[in-house]
């Protein structure tokens, strides 16, 4: 069996991952609340992205709700999830709410691969279509 350095050559795992596709936010706010806007591909790798922005947001005291919009997500895997969990755990540990008002086809599969739509009823936000 090869060693999977011996596969990549010269070209080091930090160098392959500064290569994927970004996650890209877009955060608007307004004076309790925000909105944060994802597109790209939602992993493990683009989850401290996330983490960051929704820690910013939430440092500021005003803030009492984050909606998040992932209709744009292309991609979602387990690591994608995780993030977003934690990213509601944080947040409330802060006092935050933080919910999913649009999602994409991608983003959808893996939540209903993974069984957490029983976790909580299901609801239609306006702008779901």
């Given amino acids: 069996m090869r060693d999977v350095n ?18 890209r936010l877009v955060v608007l706010h ?30 500021d005291p005003r803030i009492r709700s984050v909606r998040l919009d992932a209709a744009l997500v292309e991609f979602c895997d387990a690591g994608g999830i995780a993030a977003l969990l934690q ?25 209903e691969l993974i069984g957490l739509e029983r976790h909580r009823p299901p609801t239609r936000h306006p702008l779901d279509r």
Avoid: K
């Fill in 6 to 23: 011996d596969t990549l050559g010269q070209q080091s795992w930090a160098q392959l991952v500064t290569h994927m596709p970004a996650l």
């Fill in 87 to 111: 990213t509601r755990q944080r947040a409330a540990e802060r006092g935050v709410r933080v919910r999913m008002v649009r999602s994409s086809p991608a983003v959808r599969r893996i939540v």
């Fill in 30 to 59: 307004s004076r309790d609340s925000a909105q944060i806007l994802l597109s790209g591909e939602l992993d493990h790798f683009s989850a401290r992205s996330l983490a960051a922005a929704v820690a910013e947001i939430t440092a």
